[in-house]
C-alpha cells in the first residue's frame, strides 16, 4: 500500500514541459532524467537551453513535435523534461562504502538496456539479491521515471543507482577497487556455473540488441554465458540478469 501511495504521488510530478520552466528546473538542481527537444527548433531561449543540458550533461534526445505532444497536451514550446523519481549515487562515494561496509560488494553495470520493462525488472531482481549498486550510462539507455517505478515494484527506491558518461569508466574504477568485473555474453566458451563469484563482483549486462559493447568486453577481467538448450539463441536482458544474480547468490550462500 505504501509503494501505491508513493507511486500515485509521484506520477504527478514526474514532467516538466515549457523552455523556460525546463532552465529554470535545471537552475535550482532538480534531477532530470531526460530532456525531450524539438527537432528543427530555433529561438535565443531554445538555445540556452540546449546549452544548459549540454553543461549539465543531461540525457537529450532531438524529437518530432508529434511525439512531445504525445508526453503532454500542454503548450510544451518544443521542450519537455522526466524528473527523475530518485536522486543518483556518486559511483566512488557509493564503492567506497560498501568497501568499508565489509560486506563482500555485488554491482551491476547496465550497458545501455533501452526497455523500460526489462530495466524495472533488472531492479527488481538486484534488490531481491543484494546488489549494492547499479550503474548505467547517462545516456542511452532507459529513462528513470515513473514506469520504472512501477515495474520495479518500487525496488529502484532501495537500490543505489549511478550514472557514468560511459560503463568503461565504471569498469575502470571497479577494476582500480579490486572489484572483479563479469560480462555476460554469448562471445565465449566459459559457463556461468564455472566462473568464481565469491568475490568482490560487478557484472555487466548489455542492451537487448547488441548486447555489451565491444570495447566494454575488452575491458572486462572475464566474460561468462549461460547454456542455451533450445532452438532461440537468446534470453530476454531481465531474465538473463536473474540467473547470472542468482548464480552469485547460490554461491555465495
Do not use: W
Not at 547499479?134 to 542511452?140: L, R, V, W, Y
Not at 543505489?160 to 575502470?172: L, S
Not at 555489451?212 to 532461440?232: H, T
Request: hydrophobic fraction near 45%; include cysteine; proline fraction near 3%.
Amino acid at each position: 500500500m505504501a509503494f501505491l501511495v508513493i507511486f500515485a504521488a509521484m506520477t504527478k510530478d514526474t514532467q516538466i514541459f515549457g523552455i523556460r520552466a525546463i532552465i529554470e528546473a535545471i537552475e535550482a538542481g532538480k534531477t532530470l532524467d531526460k530532456v525531450f527537444l524539438q527537432k528543427g527548433l530555433r529561438g535565443d531561449l531554445f538555445n540556452q537551453l540546449e546549452q544548459l543540458v549540454r553543461k549539465e550533461g543531461i540525457n537529450a534526445s532531438y524529437v518530432p513535435v508529434e511525439k512531445l505532444n504525445r508526453l503532454t497536451r500542454k503548450n510544451h514550446q518544443g521542450a519537455v523534461a522526466q524528473i527523475a523519481p530518485i536522486d543518483f549515487y556518486d559511483l566512488e562515494n557509493l564503492v567506497m562504502k560498501v568497501m568499508e561496509s565489509g560486506e563482500t560488494p555485488l554491482f551491476l553495470l547496465l550497458d545501455q538496456i533501452s526497455d523500460v520493462r526489462n530495466f524495472g525488472a533488472v531492479i527488481r531482481t538486484a534488490e531481491c539479491t543484494g546488489v549494492h549498486g547499479i550503474i548505467i550510462q547517462k545516456k542511452g539507455g532507459a529513462p528513470v521515471g515513473g514506469d520504472t517505478v512501477k515495474t520495479s515494484a518500487g525496488a529502484i527506491f532501495n537500490v543505489p543507482i549511478c550514472k557514468v558518461d560511459h560503463i568503461k569508466d565504471a569498469v575502470f574504477y571497479m577494476q582500480a577497487s579490486g572489484i572483479k568485473v563479469v560480462a555476460a555474453t554469448e562471445k565465449t566458451d566459459a559457463l556461468i556455473y564455472d566462473v568464481s563469484l565469491k568475490d568482490p563482483l560487478a557484472i555487466v549486462m548489455g542492451s537487448e540488441g547488441k548486447g555489451v559493447n565491444p570495447s566494454v568486453l575488452k575491458a572486462v577481467d572475464e566474460k561468462a554465458k549461460l547454456p542455451m538448450l533450445g532452438e532461440i539463441a537468446s534470453l530476454n536482458v531481465s531474465v538473463a540478469c536473474g540467473a547470472f544474480l542468482y548464480e552469485v547468490t547460490r554461491q555465495r550462500l
